[in-house]
């Protein structure tokens, strides 16, 4: 069942992302040779949780949709325990949390987030609940001088998300776009800590929204309460 939720997960991943998925794509993110991947989509697709088009392109089924909502939401549910609880950095709990999340039961999942005062977003800006009511927009869509708060971002690998807060772009960063270079240069952005500059590849993975609509995020959600010693209220 574990291999089976992975798939699902993922596709639901891009699904939000708004990303055409494929075999190819999939195998690529989940890290399975081709075949492997083909062999397990055929199988899902005879269980009835997905659905190939002539293109190629898989969909979620009514009956793959709920399942692939289940493991994510116990999956972003464990990543806010292990940064609002435990105090771990925001860009180290994806693969910590992938390690646990299936030994959630229904139970477990809905003491969790209770106890959580059940958030909408995970630590990166995903959200847990099925609606995203924000108005997010790829970072590199901002124009010059304009202000945005970073909404989400791409969890497709630690090493990613360990730059992005080693220079300062974080969930809730505010930014201000200072410069796009032309022939698809950098992005040069105006931060909390002073000037970054960011490749189109890395900005690819940012999506931004109007600063006030970043009030989901707090400093548990990233774990910085843990790293600096802040102690906040509990969620009631």
Known sequence: MRGVEDYLQQIKRLEELGQRCTATVLA???????????????????????????????????????LAHMVLRRHRLVERLLTDMLGMPWHEVHREAHRLEHAISSRVEEHLAAALGYPEYCPHGHPICP??????????????????????ISEISEELLAYLDQIGIRPATV?????????????????????????????????VCDPAQAGWINNRATGIAGRLGITEPQPT
Do not use: C, N
């Open 28 to 66: 690529q993110t989940l890290g399975v040779s081709l075949p492997s991947a083909s062999e397990m989509l055929k199988r899902l697709a005879e269980e009835g949780y997905l659905e190939r088009a002539q293109d190629g392109a898989i969909h979620l089924t009514a009956h793959g949709r709920p």
């Open 131 to 152: 609606v995203d009511r924000r108005e997010l927009r790829p970072l590199e869509a901002l124009q010059s001088g304009e202000r945005a708060a970073v909404a989400q």
């Open 175 to 207: 930014l201000t776009m200072i410069e796009a270079a032309p022939f698809d240069g950098p992005l040069t952005f105006e931060g909390e800590g002073g000037l970054v500059t960011v490749g189109r590849e890395v900005a690819a993975h940012v999506r």
